[in-house]
């Protein structure tokens, strides 16, 4: 079965940093393209960053870009998001989301929880 | 960035009811939309893709129609376990990728 397992979350003060993780398991993890999405406590769903399988291409949404870095590393199945200059504005639970035989997202994590507060 | 506008907000329904949710798209994303399910605690759950296909699993009363701009998320008669949040997702065109505000189901 799939497996998508974020680490990482915690409490930081604003301009701050945090790296998250996910851990991947049950499918060729370097195949597939593996996405951050981010849920504010009681909002909606908004879309963080993209990496391509083998990590040479990046996307990132504009309310992050500059501040935010994906990266992969396919030996150990593994996803990050390395976050700096954080605002209270970027407190949210973050799932790392991934296709499956659908172009969309079939599988997520269970997210992990960034509070940016001081 | 293509905009989704999804209505109801909030949507009061009894068990059993028929429920069509609406999601709209502020310019055409021909059939590459998706809708998610959330309950509180968890993460979404993929329903329907290429805004009419169930995804694996789902139960037979969710349906999805539409096409370019307008769709329509139906549950054909409600399980007490319907009762969530629902979001429109398009990948026509981005990033950047994008939801819509959702809409709640909530029980009557």
């Known amino acids: 079965d799939v497996q998508l397992v974020e680490s990482g979350g915690g409490v930081v003060q604003p301009g701050g940093s945090l790296r998250l993780s996910c851990i991947a398991s049950?499918?060729?993890?370097?195949?597939?393209?593996i996405h951050w999405v981010r849920q504010a406590p009681g909002k909606g769903l908004e879309w963080v960053s993209h990496i391509n399988g083998n990590g040479d291409s990046t996307y990132y949404a504009d309310s992050v870009k500059g501040r935010f870095t994906i990266s992969r590393d396919n030996s150990k199945n593994s996803l990050y998001l390395q976050m700096n200059s954080l605002r209270s504005e970027d407190t949210a639970f973050y799932y790392c989301?991934?296709?499956?035989?659908?172009?969309?997202?079939?599988?997520w994590g269970q997210g992990t929880l960034v509070t940016v507060s001081s | 960035e293509i905009v989704l506008t999804q209505s109801p907000a909030t949507l009061s329904l009894s068990p059993g009811d028929r429920a069509t949710l609406s999601c709209r798209a502020s310019q055409s994303v021909m059939n590459y939309l998706a809708w998610y399910q959330q309950k509180p605690g968890q993460a979404p759950r993929l329903l329907i893709y290429d805004a009419s296909n169930r995804a694996t699993g789902v139960p037979v009363r969710f349906s999805g129609s539409g096409s370019g701009t307008d769709f329509t998320l139906t549950i054909s008669s409600l399980e007490p376990e319907d009762f969530a949040v629902y979001y429109c997702q398009q990948r026509i065109n981005w990033p950047p990728l994008t939801f819509g505000p959702g809409t709640k189901v909530d029980v009557k």
């Open positions: 049950g499918f060729t993890f370097d195949d597939y393209a």
């Open positions: 989301a991934t296709r499956g035989g659908t172009y969309f997202f079939d599988y």
